[in-house]
């Protein structure tokens, strides 16, 4: 049995997973997986997307990477798609959304353009991240979370860590 969760933090590109994670990996004592930088350090990729500008992630080379890190516990994911990671690896499921207006000048702050600017827009407007999630896992683990100003974090944070003490006391008395 774990004695730290797994959280997944997914959304649209932009709405603030890393700013999530990176707080929560400092204060909470977790691990940050980017999925990103996994992809790019495990050579977990089958090349490289000229159009999108982003790397064709092999996803069993990736669940590969991650599995023994995932079975220890106390991981953030990081990335912007999460039906590929299996149930029994995730407690608790995290949908960052973030008003469009907003995310557009984000990733266009970032040099987002053309077809990935659309892309992403569009993904966040239909909310197709949050409706995977919602696929993927069952209700009671998902949680969906706006991200539209710094006041916005600061509160999820609050909320996620005060999650992470609930789960870890209900583990301890589940071991009792």
């Known amino acids: 049995m774990r004695s730290n969760p797994n959280i997944l933090v997914t959304g649209t590109p932009g709405v603030g997973k890393s700013s999530h994670c990176e707080v929560l990996a400092r204060d909470q004592g977790l691990r940050h997986l980017s999925i990103n930088d996994v992809v ?87 909310q197709v991240l949050l409706e995977e999630a919602r696929e993927a896992y069952d209700t009671e683990i998902l949680v969906e979370l706006q991200s539209d100003t710094a006041d916005d974090i600061d509160s999820n944070i609050e909320r996620i860590e005060t999650w992470i003490k609930n789960w870890k006391r209900d583990q301890a008395e589940a071991r009792e």
């Open 40 to 126: 790019k350090e495990c050579e977990c990729h089958a090349g490289w997307d000229d159009e999108l500008k982003s790397w064709i992630v092999d996803e069993d080379k990736l669940l590969d990477a991650l599995e023994n890190d995932v079975k220890e516990g106390g991981c953030l994911i990081d990335w912007h798609a999460c039906d590929l990671f299996p149930k029994s690896w995730i407690d608790l499921v995290i949908v960052v959304r973030c008003n469009s207006t907003i995310l557009y000048d984000r990733l266009s702050a970032r040099g987002y353009s053309g077809a990935k600017l659309e892309e992403n827009m569009d993904a966040e407007i239909m």
